[in-house]
């Protein structure tokens, strides 16, 4: 009971001992408790230092109890006081605790992936992990050069994807990455395998999202430092997804370049079509078809004046009214 507040069972016992008889020595402490004088008179020490027992002056040393209900008044405020500083402790440690997870669950919740070639697996492993949907914004520069995992480039995983129809895609590409040569080319090959593709100006970052699970992110100072970050499933990925949706539903669709029938164009002017509705410059267009730059503009001219249109971004929406894209 003693041991509660922090009474050792010898001194607990020497206390009680002194109760009924108020005041002994420690030869009769020692009779009383049966314990050797020097273990009572070791006890009494501890007994003073607590202010539970008073010495008498004079020979032989007496020993005087405190009042029991004192005594216990003083152990337990004392006990009390030294809770107070544990419960005060722990909660410091709780807090260091509770910094702890925080900095494990953003650790979980970013992925600080760095070097070239490591990011390029990364993007490849985050594709390879979606079952339902890849949806990306495609940006220069790239990690992998067009042409260093073959033709396909940096679309290497995706076309063996489409081709295996494992998953769908839909992806934004960048101004910048529509006028890179042979990039328009890629591109249509890719929507002719069940790519969903469109264009916009300005993309902030390269990005790919796996489903809702997962997605690496990019953007152009990341990649002069070689640095790339996965998401995983956070309020951070969330925001991430959101911001790819309400860009896709502004972004310019690029068009597949089989023709639908009409009366006045075949597969030369559809293409064009696909490729002004895209926003792709003149001499994307031009490097695309084989023509020169003069070519692309007379012709865009001709179908502008066809479907009155004042620019291209009217005759692409007149051409998509019609249904000729």
Known sequence: ?????????????????????????????????????????????????????????????????????????????????????????????????????????????????????????????????????????????????????????PNLEERQHLAAGQVGYRVVYDAESVALPGRMDNILEGIRKGERARTAAGLPVKLVIADATSAIISSAGDHRKEISYVLHESSLLDLTIGLF?????????????????????????????????SGATDAVIARTLGWSVRTVQRHAHELMEQLGARTRFQMGMEAVRRGWL
């Not at 539903?249 to 002004?276: C, F, N, Q, V, Y």
Request: glycine share 8%.
């Open 245 to 277: 949706e309400a860009t896709w539903e502004r972004a310019t669709p690029i068009t597949r370049a089989e023709p639908r029938p009409h009366a006045s164009s075949g597969p030369l002017e559809h293409r064009l079509m696909s490729l002004l509705a």
């Open 1 to 153: 009971m003693w041991e509660t507040v922090g009474i050792p069972e010898v001194e607990a016992r020497v206390y009680e001992a002194l109760i009924p008889p108020g005041q002994a020595t420690v030869a009769a402490l020692a009779a009383r408790t049966q314990l050797g004088p020097a273990r009572v008179t070791s006890a009494l020490a501890g007994l003073v230092g607590r202010g539970l027992v008073t010495r008498t002056p004079g020979r032989p040393v007496r020993y005087v109890a405190v009042a029991p209900s004192l005594a216990g008044s003083v152990l337990i405020a004392k006990r009390e006081h030294e809770l107070g500083r544990l419960q005060q402790h722990l909660h410091r440690l709780d807090e260091a605790f509770q910094a702890g997870q925080a900095a494990r669950q953003r650790v979980r919740n970013v992925e600080v992936i760095e070097g070239a070639s490591k990011i390029y697996r990364a993007f490849v492993r985050i594709q390879r992990a979606a079952r339902l949907e890849v949806r990306s914004f495609d940006k220069p520069p790239y990690f992998v050069p067009p042409g260093e995992h073959g033709d396909e480039g």
